[in-house]
């Protein structure tokens, strides 16, 4: 299984600022996908990035894959407090399975 | 929008009992998980099954785990003896095709198993 080390474990910022989340392994990944997580509720797929350099973007949220595909970030643009929640990583990788990263919970104050 | 959808929510045993926890995937796919996450730790995979088979299992899915889809709905998680370490949220997903990288896996909303 592959160690995805997801940073900072919490961020917690104001209505308007922007935040970045990184999510970072020793190991290449085919493809690195990220989650959102409500409390009492399973993970949501957000999106999946497939090849090195790879940037998508949804809505006020920009999601980079590294060139080597080793990293990702996930950044969010003028939060709301919807964006609250909890933001998992997780890749693929020679196993064919999907590896978590801890998590990272946001807190966006109104 | 079709959902995945797991019973009961939650489920507490004492430590030694057999439990079976409960999902439905999305009709239409093929590919069944089940992971878990233990209270404050990361989601990890336990296993994935194709076409009536274990196609991959981790470490974690010993002997005392067994999954099954006893009919065309529902897909099962058992912990045959059950010990106070197995206590975790239990998440069930399912997908169209079996490509992690590329098939979107669907997750169900959670199953938390106390085991006193």
């Known amino acids: 299984t592959q160690l995805l080390e997801q940073s900072p474990q919490f961020l917690s910022i104001q209505e308007g600022e922007n935040l970045t989340v990184y999510c970072n392994s020793s190991s290449v990944f085919s493809s690195l996908q990220w989650y959102r997580q409500e409390p009492g509720e399973g993970p949501v797929l957000l999106v999946t990035?497939?090849?090195?350099?790879e940037v998508k973007k949804l809505k006020r949220l920009t999601f980079q894959f590294g060139d080597a595909r080793k990293d990702s970030s996930l950044h969010i643009t003028a939060a709301q407090p919807g964006d609250t929640g909890l933001y998992l990583c997780?890749?693929?990788?020679?196993?064919?399975?999907?590896?978590f990263g801890a998590g990272t919970t946001v807190t966006v104050r109104a | 929008e079709p959902e995945v959808t797991q019973t009961p929510s939650h489920q507490v045993t004492q430590m030694g009992q057999e439990v079976i926890l409960r999902c439905v995937p999305i009709s239409n796919h093929l590919y069944f998980y089940w992971y878990r996450q233990i209270l404050g730790q990361k989601v990890e995979f336990l296993v994935s099954f194709y076409n009536n088979e274990i196609s991959e299992k981790s470490e974690i899915f010993d002997d005392q785990f067994s999954v099954e889809r006893p009919d065309g709905s529902n897909f099962t998680l058992k912990i045959r003896s059950t010990k106070l370490e197995d206590s975790a949220m239990y998440f069930c997903?399912?997908?169209?095709?079996?490509?992690?990288?590329?098939?979107?896996?669907?997750f169900g909303p959670g199953t938390r198993l106390t085991v006193l």
């Open positions: 997903a399912s997908s169209v095709g079996g490509k992690a990288s590329t098939d979107t896996q669907y």
């Open positions: 997780a890749g693929v990788g020679n196993d064919y399975k999907l590896s």
């Open positions: 990035v497939v090849t090195g350099g």
